[in-house]
């Protein structure tokens, strides 16, 4: 049984920067899409990155591309969304996700592909 386990959300002001880290145990495979989204209150839940933990192929959602970054160690069984330039949209519950490495591709943003969540890390920016 796989199991997420996300940290280092906290309240920035606009511009500001966050690193939120998502710890996995549980890992039977070595390839995973693994991915980070987000769902702000009374709006759906969307992808904002994801990446193919084999083939270190990375997708981003417009909205975030140039801004936030994913990236993993394998060695730590951790991935991790480095977000810049933060704006008050980006506030949100942010959370980490496993799915079968085909998802990542055209379907890395539906969040009905991914069998396995974290229990989300608050984000929240000031202006």
């Known amino acids: 049984q796989v199991q997420l386990v996300e940290s280092g959300g906290g309240s920035v002001q606009a511009g500001g920067s966050l690193t939120l880290s998502c710890a996995a145990s549980g890992v039977t495979y070595v390839t995973y899409c693994m991915g980070w989204f987000r769902q702000a209150p009374g709006k759906e839940r969307e992808g904002v990155a994801a990446?193919?933990?084999?083939?270190?192929?990375?997708y981003y959602a417009g909205a975030v591309k140039g801004r936030f970054a994913i990236r993993q160690d394998n060695a730590k069984k951790t991935l991790y969304l480095q977000m810049n330039s933060l704006k008050p949209e980006d506030t949100a519950m942010y959370y980490c996700a496993a799915a079968d490495p085909r998802v990542c591709g055209t379907s890395w943003s539906a969040h009905y592909q991914y069998n396995y969540w974290g229990q989300g890390t608050q984000v929240t920016v000031s202006s």
């Open positions: 990446v193919n933990t084999g083939l270190g192929s990375t």
